[in-house]
């Protein structure tokens, strides 16, 4: 090639290709924009002109019950938030110290990772809502002298113990996912296994799981409303009590926008935290 | 450009359409005369007229458990307790024999829902207001319920000598129900009311110490503190003052025909004293509850 690139000019053909490409793509635009208009019409149509129609709107969309339960709702949803925010911490604390207990391998450490073992299996087959019934009945019936009987703290209890079993795995899964010749380096650069664990393991791991960890954060934001079962006012109870008095489920509907606007950021948070991850682990070559 | 594939790109929109119409038109077409109040006579209540979700047979809903007084060993068949005895003393009037009567059973929050009901009406301590008109139909009172407090002997709550006294201490009832109402608007505590799903959970927070006091209809309130919980005492009771006293009435799908007729069977019930006699029978031990103001 010789001479300067100022002069160039795309040949016909290429210009072509350019043309038939964007003619393509609005095309493509028009296609998309009257398939999507007509799927949501159609759907908008067959909810609006069914029979129901009327007594479905009367019975989840009237305004009036949704502003008369709205204060309560939004009460109840503070303990949703406050439950949540209180259990997360320490369901990562206690979820990462379950996955490091299943790795040690001293010979000291076989009790302990035997229960650790036994722990995340036991949990994970029970349902969580048995948890939160388990613990708020069961505990303060226990008369131990010093033992809260404030159903509040019991249901969150259940939670972490719940969810920092789910999160063990998904850290154990991050820690075994880190490839070996990792390990083997540590090694030769003469690190204890604590220190490998610490310094080069354990780093890589976490970033690893952020994308799951998210997905059961999410979780449990839903599940906290779990704790309506056992008589804690939350945000569904608060919708329930509204409902069952005045014969209307417009508040399940409120109370199930809150944990929409709630949960639908994080969920976007983690898709763009995935494919961040993608992106860089490919390192471009897609 | 190959016609036939643009062909069935076009056909997919096409089909949604025709599809969603479909669904439209397999909805059930909906009608509901007010049916509220009417009532009729024996004379136009033939059992084999009867608009009936099962031919021949009355069904009846309710809860499970199945709480005393109303029902006695959790079990509506057996014509035991207040409103068991109330729904065969019905069947009998419309001309159901006691074989004729089957029983099924609908969680209170089910009891509601739009659409059809599988059951001809629901027993189960329903009280009637105005807003729940508008979900459902309701048959006339079978009987008008006061409210209760329950506290324990010992504890503080027990001192307490008017509704205002009560204002301190941490109230409990169950949710939808009138008395839970009634703690909001009458007593108006100091703390949020603890609310309860069923019964049973209110004894277990009054033994734990979770709860002072529970507001319930005087029947069950009767029933638990002089069967469920030790030591505690049914402080007095009071009525709700939501303008008009507080009704039971059998809740049935909106627009229900069968309605006027179930009206007239509890109205030739008033009249013929079969309802204050079942009363006397089942919840006599009530009268005696000193009064709350």
């Known amino acids: 090639m010789s001479g300067s690139t100022a002069d160039w000019q795309p040949s016909e053909r290429e210009l072509a290709r350019r043309r038939t490409r964007s003619r393509q793509r609005r095309h493509g635009v028009v296609v998309a924009s009257i398939a999507t208009v007509v799927v949501i019409g ?33 009460d109840g949803f503070w303990l949703n938030v406050r439950m949540f925010l209180i259990a997360e911490p320490i369901i990562l604390v206690l979820g990462l110290a379950l996955a490091l207990a299943r790795q040690a391998t001293s010979a000291w450490l076989v009790p302990l990772r035997g229960l650790a073992v036994l722990y995340t ?29 404030s159903i509040f703290f019991w249901a969150t209890v259940a939670l972490v113990v719940s969810y920092s079993a789910y999160v063990a795995e998904v850290f154990r899964s991050g820690i075994e996912s880190v490839h070996p010749s990792q390990l083997a380096s540590a090694e030769a ?16 791991a976490v970033r690893r799981v952020v994308p799951p960890l998210l997905n059961d954060f999410v979780s449990l934001q839903k599940d906290t409303a779990l704790v309506a079962s056992v008589g804690l006012f939350d945000a569904l109870f608060a919708a329930a009590d509204y409902g069952n008095f005045n014969f209307n489920f417009t508040p399940y509907v409120v109370a199930a926008l809150f944990f929409i606007a709630m949960t639908v950021p994080l969920a976007r948070l983690c898709d763009v935290l995935a494919r961040r991850l993608a992106r860089r682990e490919r390192a471009g070559a897609l | 450009m190959r016609p036939a594939l643009r062909l069935s790109r076009a056909a997919a929109p096409v089909a949604a359409v025709l599809l969603a119409t479909a669904v439209a038109a397999c909805a059930p077409a909906e009608d509901e005369p007010e049916q509220s109040g009417k009532s009729a006579s024996a004379d136009e209540c033939a059992v084999a007229d009867l608009p009936l979700v099962k031919k021949g047979v009355l069904t009846i809903g309710t809860d499970s458990p199945a709480y005393e007084p109303w029902f006695v060993d959790d079990d509506p068949a057996n014509g035991k307790g207040f409103e068991s005895a109330v729904a065969y003393a019905l069947a009998d009037e419309l001309g159901f024999s006691k074989d004729q009567v089957s029983w099924v059973t609908v969680p209170f929050n089910n009891s509601y829902k739009p659409g059809k009901k599988d059951f001809d009406f629901d027993i189960n301590q329903i009280s009637v207001n105005p807003e729940r008109e508008k979900a459902v139909d309701f048959s006339d009172g079978y009987y008008s319920a006061a409210q209760a407090v329950i506290v324990l002997k010992d504890s503080p709550a027990a001192e307490a000598t008017s509704l205002a006294d009560l204002a301190k201490f941490k109230i409990g009832a169950q949710t939808g129900t009138t008395s839970l109402t009634a703690v909001r608007d009458v007593i108006k505590p100091e703390q949020e009311p603890l609310v309860f799903q069923n019964t049973n959970n209110a004894k277990q927070a009054m033994l734990n110490g979770q709860v002072d006091a529970i507001v319930a209809d005087l029947p069950t309130a009767f029933y ?66 000193p009064e709350l103001q």
Not at chain 1, 191 to 203: E, F
Not at chain 2, 240 to 247: L, V
Not at chain 2, 266 to 286: F, M, P, R
Request: glycine share 10%; hydrophobic share 50%.
């Open chain 1, 121 to 149: 299996d036991v949990v994970r087959g029970v349902p969580t809502l048995l948890l939160v019934f388990l613990f708020v009945f069961g505990m303060p019936a226990l008369g131990l002298a010093g033992i809260p009987n």
């Open chain 2, 224 to 289: 638990i503190s002089a069967a469920e919980i030790e030591n505690s005492v049914l402080l007095g009771q009071f009525q709700y003052d939501g303008g008009e006293p507080e009704e039971f009435g059998l809740l049935f799908e909106q627009g229900n025909e069968l309605l006027p007729c179930v009206n007239g069977a509890i109205a030739s019930l008033k009249e013929n004293g079969t309802l204050a006699d079942l009363q006397q029978k089942w919840l006599s031990d009530v009268v005696s509850v």
């Open chain 1, 42 to 74: 159609a759907l908008g149509a067959a909810l609006v002109l069914s029979p129901g129609w009327p007594r479905v709107r009367a019975t989840f969309l009237d305004l009036h019950h949704a502003k008369e339960s709205l204060p309560s709702i939004l």
């Open chain 1, 189 to 204: 650069l003469a690190l204890s296994r604590a220190q490998t664990m610490r310094h080069v393991v354990v780093p890589q």
